[in-house]
């Protein structure tokens, strides 16, 4: 799973790394963060309708099913992640991967490794060069009985490459900036980019241990993300 990752690019520079030309007419503010976590508001990129260009939004992580008629922290289940594996299975899923792809911008991700019955060792995961990437994730519109129209994501994970395998069997989808349009673009059920939902090589990747602090969401400061 993914239940945690970090951003440390602010707005301007996920627009340089996203080509995001309307970045400076943007009124959203983007601060880092160094410990992202689940039901929080963060910017994730989509296909906007009306250009057809790559936009900047704000979403709650933790997808919110369309047909949802309660309050979402009832629903009972976690929807911050979805199983590569089953997104064609579940109709909590298939809609938004058909229709409603999205980016999901950060520098890296943690993971735990357990050691023991009682102790764990979080893990950071980041690209070799230090380049921000891209999470793959879905997104869904909901309306609130209050009237207000909620959106949010969940980030898409697979098995484990070689690299993250001896900390934890599952990491998020990584994409590569080659297939961002494919992505963002809505399929026909007869062609959906499931060839694209596979572990990114362990040779592009760099992992090291972190601080326990992390396991704390009130924690929030770079040295999160220092090797300890």
């Known amino acids: 799973m993914c239940g945690r990752y970090y951003r440390k690019s602010d707005k301007q520079r996920i627009a340089e790394a996203f080509q995001l030309s309307d970045a400076d007419e943007m009124p959203l503010e983007v601060a880092p963060s160094y410990n992202v976590a689940p039901t929080t508001m963060q910017t994730v990129i989509v296909s906007d309708r009306d250009t057809g260009k790559r936009a900047l939004r704000v979403m709650r992580w933790g997808l919110v099913p369309f ?44 993971e735990w490794q357990k050691l023991d019955a009682t102790h764990k060792q979080p893990f950071a995961f980041a690209m070799k060069d230090g380049s921000p990437l891209a999470f793959a994730g879905l997104w869904e519109r909901w309306k609130a009985p209050s009237g207000e129209e909620v959106h949010s994501y969940a980030i898409i994970t697979t098995g484990s490459n070689e690299l993250g395998a001896p900390v934890h069997d599952r990491m998020p989808v990584i994409l590569h900036s080659a297939d961002y349009d494919r992505w963002l673009s809505e399929s ?3 062609q959906p980019p499931v060839d694209l939902l596979r572990p990114i090589p362990s040779d592009e990747m760099k992992a090291w241990p972190v ?5 704390n969401a009130r924690n929030n400061d770079s040295s999160l993300c220092d090797p300890c």
């Not at 199983?83 to 909590?92: C, G, I, N, R, V």
């Open 211 to 215: 601080s326990k602090d992390v396991g």
């Open 188 to 190: 026909s059920p007869e």
């Open 67 to 110: 047909w949802t008629k309660d309050d979402p922290k009832k629903f009972g289940i976690s929807t911050i992640n979805a199983k590569a594996e089953t997104l064609l299975e579940k109709p909590l899923w298939k809609q938004p991967f058909l229709k409603r792809r999205c980016l999901v911008p950060a520098d890296g991700y943690y």
